[in-house]
């Protein structure tokens, strides 16, 4: 039974699809399922389109957030009766932060049943790391280098989603970022863009699957479209300014790569490049977007940020910032409400032109049509499928699977890990020993606070050992709540004597350190990278009655720890890993799970290195000239080098690499290698090409990732591996965008981090076309 009831939409439906077999001009009758499938869609789309009063069209590109109480009566005054005149009018195309089949269906039936048209809505949600059951933060799951534990990690989060009703996530954020200041950073997958271009893929494949309509997948966003990541002192929301080398050759790749893995949508950003507001900014989403990278989505603007171009000086009021949007290629408008209330009248001055307007929308209506929005606008909404899904022993297991594969170690001196199974009295300290919501992160939305098993709750299934909690002190004054800042505690020490008690009178010590869930995330920028509140001088107490400590850090960016670095012997980079953070720190802690994560950021040794990244520029004079002489790039008071490098992360058991070749062919290079576990364990290593080219027509960095390879091996285990490097890999893009490979001297680099331990030279003289 087809549930649209609208006859005009069912006419569109029945008299476009009817002539879907249909040969047109010279069109080869042999062409592919999908592209007839295609040509079918856009018949469709232009029968509705044509169908469509000019308001009509605007409100597809009108995007509402959830504005009153869906299970309650319709709003009668105010801004939200407004909201709702405008869904009954068909004068809304999307809304957001709408979830539960109950709450999604109220807003669905009356986009279909109550409207003229009968165009259901798109329902977006941010689910970045995770729905309701919470998966570690973005940057986290980036330090597996695992693919397709990745790729699973959205595809649970997608299917949890859209059990619930959502068939729209704002994600995956593709943004490389060099500056830990940034409360985004956690966000992303880190600092370099070939890393992060695999794990955008990853992440658009896992969340859109490979079919569209499938009610377990839903549309992915690539954000944000272009340069956030790289805002001024790493401050949220501020000025970009970068040259055109760095916009093609770091940030672009990952935004490419998305486009090229087919992300259905993607989201402008709050910056300013070239002194134009992302939201405005033709080159961009017109130029280059939509023309040269021939992207057939749409592109939503960020929360308000139409309107607040208004504040950086560009637009003189909504009306102007909805042509300047419009005319640029901004498809659609989230919470501005520029385009509901201003671009009818825009067209009809002829400010903006109808044609750009049908682009857009017919851009909106493709993406709903491929989600099976038209065939079921109910789809999504099953609630036996909801209770069942969601919460799910599946979702679990791969949250927990991801939790593993995300932690680093990064100290292990004397081998303090993995703790004895038994005989150990353990001394667990620290504000998150018992703490059940930070290890859920930022950007938890649709998460309850208090759900992820804590450490001591994950420690507490080792029975063998003795263990005594102590927080040892509140990182903070008070409950911590989206959106307020979190009170850093700074005072109170009343907790100090006993952990430090606690601490003398057992074998080792595990302490909990880091930030609040709340401390990094959107609009959370920090401009000191230490242990925050009293935490520091905690550690050091402790430190001095027992020097057996091993350091659990729970944090969404990089800190400085230079202190712990020099003196805790062991140091673990838990990051926040939601649902499962307990469990899976405990079986990395007691060697059920031997760690494999390497960072996919550079950790720093103070603040005043940022920005920070392995894959910097040489500069005329980069090292030390001579004995005492201060001419050289680099700080009177502090190293140049990080305290952990890109891609570091031990292991509890040892590789070795040897035996680099690398074999010149016409299409590039082949480099092979040997790699040996040398311990006692299974491990899995993160085998990592790097190459430099030594001169080229702009300037290239002195070392670029561009393979890598998970690898799984048994002690004593010898394997050998293979890596091609072609054109894409060798070669880079000129200031004008356009990719070239210049023959000349490279040198290929190989190892278990950027701070490789081989490597060969070699020459390109051309490569085959």
Not at 99 to 107: I, Q
Not at 715 to 726: A, D, M, S, V, W
Not at 738 to 752: M, Q
């Amino acid at each position: 039974m087809n549930i649209l009831k609208n006859s005009l939409l069912l006419l569109v439906l029945v008299t476009a699809g009817s002539c879907s077999s249909k040969s047109e001009g010279g069109m080869d009758q042999k062409a592919s399922k999908s592209t007839h499938l295609n040509q079918e869609v856009e018949r469709k789309i232009d029968s509705l389109l044509s169908l469509m009063t000019l308001e009509e069209k605007v409100g597809q590109m009108n995007q509402y957030n959830g504005f009153w109480d869906l299970t309650g009566p319709a709003p009668k005054e105010g801004d939200a009766a407004k909201k709702y005149d405008h869904l009954k009018s068909g004068l809304v195309g999307s809304m957001l932060n709408v979830t539960g089949v109950e709450e999604v269906r109220s807003v669905q039936k009356i986009a279909v049943e109550e409207t003229r048209l009968g165009i259901p809505l798109i329902i977006g949600f941010d689910v970045i790391h995770g729905f309701r059951t919470i998966s570690p933060i973005p940057l986290a799951e980036s330090a597996s280098w695992d693919l397709e534990a990745i790729k699973n990690s959205a595809a649970m989060a997608a299917k949890e989603a859209a059990a619930s009703g959502i068939n729209w996530t704002f994600a995956p954020m593709v943004d490389i970022s060099r500056d830990a200041r940034w409360g985004r950073v956690m966000e992303g997958a880190g600092e370099d863009p070939y890393l992060g271009s695999k794990i955008a893929v990853a992440r658009v494949e896992g969340f859109q699957g490979s079919d569209l309509a499938s009610p377990y997948t839903v549309a992915a966003c690539a954000k944000h479209f272009a340069g956030y990541g790289f805002a001024e002192g790493g401050r949220d929301y501020n000025t970009v300014d970068v040259g055109t080398s760095t916009l093609y050759n770091t940030i672009l790749p990952p935004f490419k790569a998305a486009k090229e893995a087919g992300v259905r949508t993607f989201m402008n950003a709050f910056n300013e490049l070239n002194g134009i507001p992302a939201t405005a900014d033709r080159f961009l989403q017109r130029e280059l977007l939509k023309d040269q990278w021939n992207f057939d989505g749409f592109v939503v603007s960020d929360w308000g940020s139409m309107i607040e171009m208004q504040a950086h000086g560009y637009a003189r009021d909504r009306k102007h910032a909805a042509e300047l949007a419009a005319n640029a290629g901004s498809d659609m408008d989230m919470e501005s409400y520029a385009y509901v209330n201003e671009l009818v009248d825009l067209v009809k001055q002829g400010k903006v032109q109808e044609s750009d307007l049908d682009d857009s929308v017919r851009r909106i209506l493709r993406v709903k049509f491929e989600l099976g929005l038209f065939e079921d606008p109910y789809k999504y909404l099953n609630e036996e499928r909801e209770d069942a899904i969601v919460g799910s022993k599946e979702i679990n297991d791969a949250a927990l699977d991801m939790a593993r594969k995300s932690i680093v170690l990064l100290k292990n001196k004397n081998n303090l890990l993995p703790l004895k199974r038994k005989g150990q009295k353990v001394a667990l300290i620290g504000p998150f020993v018992s703490d059940k919501t930070s290890p859920l992160g930022s950007w938890r939305l649709a998460a309850e606070d208090g759900t992820a098993i804590s450490l001591a709750e994950g420690m507490a299934s080792y029975e063998d050992n003795t263990v005594r909690v102590s927080e040892g002190v509140k990182l903070s004054n008070g409950s911590n709540s989206f959106p307020m800042e979190v009170k850093v505690n700074s005072r109170d020490r009343s907790g100090f004597d006993e952990a430090v008690k606690v601490a003398k009178e057992a074998d080792v010590v595990v302490m909990a350190l880091g930030e609040d869930g709340f401390q990094s995330g959107e609009g959370r920028s920090r401009a000191e990278l230490g242990l925050p509140g009293l935490q520091q001088e905690l550690l050091e107490e402790v430190y001095k009655v027992n020097k057996n400590v091993v350091l659990v850090l729970h944090n969404g960016r990089p800190l400085a720890i230079e202190w712990a670095d020099q003196h805790i012997p062991a140091i673990v980079e838990a990051w926040q890993l939601g649902t499962q953070s307990g469990h899976a720190i405990a079986q990395v802690l007691y060697g059920d799970y031997n760690p494999s994560g390497k960072l996919p950021v550079s950790f720093p040794r103070s603040v005043g290195q940022m920005p920070l990244y392995y894959n910097y520029k040489n500069t005329g004079r980069p090292t030390l000239p001579g004995e005492g002489v201060v001419f050289w790039s680099h700080y009177i008071d502090e190293e140049n080098t990080p305290l952990y490098p890109f891609g570091h992360g031990l292991s509890y058991t040892e590789f070795t690499y040897d035996t680099l070749k690398v074999n010149k062919h016409t299409d590039g290079v082949q480099l092979t290698l040997t790699v040996k576990n040398n311990g006692e364990v299974v491990g899995k290593e993160v085998v990592q090409v790097y190459i430099r080219d030594h001169f080229a027509t702009v300037t290239r960095p002195v070392k670029e990732l561009k393979a890598f390879e998970l690898v799984s091996l048994a002690p004593g285990e010898e394997r050998q591996l293979q890596f091609n490097l072609t054109k894409n890999e060798l070669g880079y893009y000129l200031n004008d965008g356009s990719f070239i490979l210049e023959p000349g001297d490279f040198t290929v680099f190989v190892g278990g981090s950027s701070d490789t331990v081989l490597e060969e030279t070699f020459t390109i003289e051309a490569l085959d076309e």
